[in-house]
């Protein structure tokens, strides 16, 4: 049930770019994107709803294709600020939300 | 700004006994859940719930309880803790009855050690 993300784990210069991807088995409606920083609780970035609608956060986008049930995070000349663990997540219609199996972002001077 | 709380912090304990990590919010909100994570890991989802009385399991449920009696408030109980449930256990909330366009907001979470 857990959406597959990829890749596993990335480092970065900073101001290079990067893009994560989620991909779920099942039906997604809506995607959400979540960052994780060390012994830190995950915090929102966004929310991708059906239609292909593409959301921006600063310098991070992403999409959502509900037809081949993925999307995709985009970091755009990434920041020191941007390193982390990235999260998709996805409700099931069973109500249960679960999230993918995470990337891991190191941006290096 | 998200306004839900976790406690203990950190915990300590030994082997056998029983503990209560709680989790409350003050949002309103109406579903809530428990997450179990490793340091760097994924999280796993343990219970969740989408309302008062109403709970339901996740995938990691087998060894622990949850209630939920009031809208804010959803304890998880670990009827005899194991080293195995050494971890981070993390409580999250969203509003409405589903996530659909609305977002999970985190406690800081519960670093439990079982000795």
């Known amino acids: 049930q857990q959406p597959v993300q990829s890749p596993q784990a990335v480092i970065l210069r900073e101001g290079e770019d990067a893009v994560i991807n989620c991909s779920s088995s099942?039906?997604?409606?809506?995607v959400h994107w979540y960052r994780q920083k060390h012994g830190e609780a995950p915090v929102f970035l966004m929310i991708l709803l059906k239609g292909g609608e593409q959301k921006g956060h600063e310098k991070i986008s992403a999409s959502f294709n509900e037809k081949k049930q993925q999307s995709s995070l985009y970091l755009t000349a990434s920041q020191l600020s941007y390193s982390g663990t990235y999260f998709c997540g996805t409700e099931t219609t069973g109500n249960q939300f679960y999230f993918g199996t995470g990337t891991s972002l190191t941006v290096i001077p | 700004e998200a306004d839900i709380y976790q406690t203990p912090r950190y915990l300590v304990i030994g082997t056998g006994k029983k503990i209560t990590l709680e989790c409350s919010q003050t949002m309103g909100h109406d579903k809530m859940y428990w997450y179990q994570q490793d340091p760097g890991m994924e999280l796993h989802l343990i219970h969740y719930?989408?309302?008062?009385?109403?709970?339901e399991k996740g995938d990691l449920s087998s060894e622990s309880t949850v209630s939920r009696i009031r809208t804010e408030h959803f304890p998880l109980t670990l009827e005899s803790a194991r080293p195995s449930h050494t971890s981070q256990y993390l409580c999250a909330s969203g509003q409405g009855m589903s996530s659909y366009n609305s977002p999970l907001h985190f406690g800081n979470g519960t670093r439990l050690t079982v000795t």
């Open positions: 099942k039906a997604l409606y809506s």
């Open positions: 719930s989408y309302g008062v009385n109403s709970t």
